[in-house]
């Protein structure tokens, strides 16, 4: 507490993988979906959140709140969320993300800073991206600017199919409800690739809930909160966190590959398919891509992971 008796806020980093060690997030959907929820649970509960970060198998966060309950609630809720809407999606049932998840106290502006690095620079790490603004699902360009990797939406410009979408996100965002798949599914299918690039950066802007501001305080400018992080990927010696020095590019290649070659397939789905299926798209992925065996049954959701 201070010397006025108020409880001082904790910052926190958050780390969360999947369960079963398979993969969270096929596409932009996927992504989005999790955003949304996460932006609605935080603006409910009145957190403030430094970092966010959706790998494609697991999710950084770093929150500040007023108690350690408070954290436990807010994570419990969007957790729950996510669960369900994975599930929906894909007809699985149970748990989605592992009950107990990886968090630690960050005391100090010298640890916030380290934890900011390292949150933002996973996909350098991961080697998707040579620059931590570079990689949409870290948020760190939105900072900047409302429409980083795509040109801005303009909607007098855009088409009818556009012009629905943007009416229908519009009303789920006044609703203070978050996107689900479904909604998203259908959009998308309406809108060539370009479209649904304008309509995901538009919506990642409708939802913000990172509180870029207070980030940058840490470093006195947003250019050198840049320079910081490409001289320094920080670290994190307080949370167990699986790593493999492999490259994640590899996930982006084999959903692009069952996309074009499964039209119809939406590929948050095999994770949910029966093991016989799974087996073989299991070689199917073996021959036509670079990826391992760890790599292919992550992607699966395959029961024959093995645990770190």
Request: hydrophobic share 40%.
């Amino acid at each position: 507490m201070d010397a006025h008796g108020n409880k001082t806020p904790i910052c926190y980093h958050v780390y969360q993988r999947s369960n079963d060690g398979g993969l969270l997030f096929y596409c932009a959907k996927d992504f989005l979906v999790t955003y949304t929820i996460v932006s609605v649970c935080a603006r409910k509960r009145g957190i403030i959140v430094l970092g966010f970060c959706q790998m494609f198998d697991h999710i950084h966060g770093l929150f500040v709140v007023q108690t350690p309950e408070e954290l436990s609630d807010f994570v419990r809720d969007y957790s729950a969320m996510i669960a369900r809407e994975f599930n929906r999606a894909t007809g699985r049932t149970g748990p989605v993300l592992e009950h107990s998840f990886g968090r630690a106290a960050k005391v100090g502006d010298k640890k916030i800073r380290t934890a900011l690095a390292y949150l933002y620079n996973n996909p350098v790490e991961r080697k998707l991206c040579t620059r931590a603004e570079d990689y949409r699902w870290n948020y760190l360009a939105f900072a900047r600017s409302k429409s980083p990797f795509s040109r801005p939406l303009v909607f007098r410009d855009a088409g009818i199919p556009m012009r629905k979408a943007i009416r229908e996100v519009q009303y789920v965002h006044r609703s203070g409800a978050f996107l689900n798949h479904t909604l998203l599914s259908r959009l998308f299918r309406r809108l060539d690739s370009q479209e649904i690039n304008q309509l995901t950066d538009w919506i990642i802007d409708l939802w913000s809930f990172i509180s870029y501001d207070s980030a940058i305080r840490y470093y006195g400018s947003f250019d050198q909160m840049i320079l910081a992080f490409a001289s320094n990927t920080g670290s994190e010696y307080d949370i167990r966190e699986s790593f493999d020095a492999r490259s994640d590019q590899v996930y982006l290649k084999m959903t692009l590959l069952l996309m074009k070659a499964f039209p119809t397939l939406d590929p948050i789905s095999v994770s949910a398919m029966d093991i016989s299926k799974k087996i073989s798209l299991y070689w199917w992925l073996r021959d036509r891509t670079n990826a391992n065996s760890r790599q292919i049954e992550k992607y699966l959701h395959l029961q024959t992971i093995r645990r770190e």
